[in-house]
C-alpha cells in the first residue's frame, strides 16, 4: 500500500525502548492505544507490528477515514517515524484526505487558513481529526492531521 512518515521525536510518549526485544510489548501497547484513542471505531480487525522506528499496520477497516484515523493514532506516537499501511477499506473506498504536520505557532485556525482561505473552518479540521483531538486549541508541533476536501 503506501508508507506514511511521521516526526519521530514528537507525539505521545507510551512506548519502551525501540529494541527488538521490547517489539511484542510495544505492539500490544500501540494496539491498546489505538482502541483508547479512538472510541467508537472498530478497531478489532487491525494488527500492528513494530519493526525499528516503524509500525506494519495490518487489516480491515470499514472507511476510507477510519483508516486514515488508524494511522495517524499510530503515527502520532513518539519514537515512530513511519506507518506501512497495509490495511484495506471494506466499506466505499473515498477520495483520501490530505495529511498536514502542525508547525511551531500553528493553531487550527491558522492551519485553516492555509489550506482552505478560511480561518473559520477550523472545526472541519478539528472533527475530522475526533476522538483523537478532544479540545481544538491542544495541537502540537510535528503532530500529522486529516484535511478533509
Known sequence: ???????????????????????????????????????????????????????????????????????????????????????TVTGPVATPAKFVTVEKGDTLSAISKRVYGDANKYNKIFEANKPMLKDPNKIYPGQSLRIPE
Open 1 to 87: 500500500m503506501s508508507l506514511f512518515s511521521f516526526l519521530k521525536d514528537a507525539g505521545e510518549k507510551i512506548l519502551d525502548a525501540l529494541t527488538p526485544d521490547k517489539a511484542e510489548a510495544n505492539s500490544e501497547a500501540l494496539t491498546k492505544h489505538v482502541k483508547d484513542a479512538l472510541t467508537g471505531i472498530d478497531t478489532s480487525k487491525i494488527q500492528v507490528k513494530v519493526e525499528g522506528e516503524k509500525i506494519i499496520a495490518t487489516g480491515e477497516a470499514a472507511s476510507q477515514e477510519e483508516k486514515e484515523k488508524i494511522l495517524l493514532a499510530l503515527g502520532n506516537v513518539a519514537g515512530i517515524s513511519g506507518v506501512d499501511d497495509q490495511i
